[in-house]
């Protein structure tokens, strides 16, 4: 669940940060992780990142990730 989460903030961030026209593929290391082929469908399906997003928990996870530091 950890990898998924951290690819999850990832995917997140990016799409905040670049502008929309951007297609974003995040994708584990191969070899790092015994489910990595389901790891990266997760984390760059559309659908999913937005299903996951509304879950209250994994979104407040993902926002504390993301969140710019005041400086």
């Known amino acids: 669940m950890l990898c998924v989460s951290a690819g999850l903030c990832l995917q997140v961030k990016l ?30 399906d559309k659908e999913r990142v937005a299903a996951a997003m509304e879950n209250p928990n994994l979104r407040e996870i993902v926002e504390q990730c993301v969140i710019e530091p005041d400086d």
């Open 15 to 44: 799409q905040r940060c670049l502008p929309f026209k951007h297609k974003l593929e995040i994708y584990i290391s191969e070899g790092t992780h015994s489910t990595e082929e389901d790891i990266n469908k997760q984390i760059n």
